[in-house]
């Protein structure tokens, strides 16, 4: 029944901007934390950013600055808006939600963001 759809990554510039989306089903999505991660082929997953049910964030240092979670709870969907994009940025993005004492959910497909000229 837990599922989460990762969308709107895709082909941007250096120094653009993309807002991914992550539509969540069959938790009780408000009183999860949400994340972002990212991974290159070969290169370890890593956490991006992170929202608290409080709407408390933290984000890795290199996207501190450039990157924004936020999150809507009426449409269970957690959103990553990035601007000033950089090549090291290129990677497969997906988000997970996690909760004390509750089960942790699984990963979904992704989404691709590129960042090239």
């Known amino acids: 029944q837990v599922r989460l759809v990762e969308s709107g990554g895709g082909l941007v510039q250096p120094g653009g901007s993309l807002r991914l989306s992550c539509a969540a089903s069959g938790i009780i999505f408000s009183i999860y934390t949400m994340e972002w991660y990212r991974q290159a082929p070969g290169k370890q997953r890593e956490l991006v950013a992170r929202i608290f049910s409080s709407g408390s964030t933290n984000y890795k240092d290199a996207v501190k600055g450039r990157f924004t979670i936020s999150r809507d709870n009426a449409k269970n969907t957690v959103y990553l808006q990035m601007k000033s994009l950089k090549p090291e940025d290129t990677a497969v993005y997906y988000c997970?939600?996690?909760?004390?004492?509750?089960?942790?959910?699984?990963w979904g497909q992704g989404t691709q963001v590129t960042v090239s000229s």
């Open positions: 997970k939600g996690v909760r004390v004492g509750f089960t942790a959910t699984d």
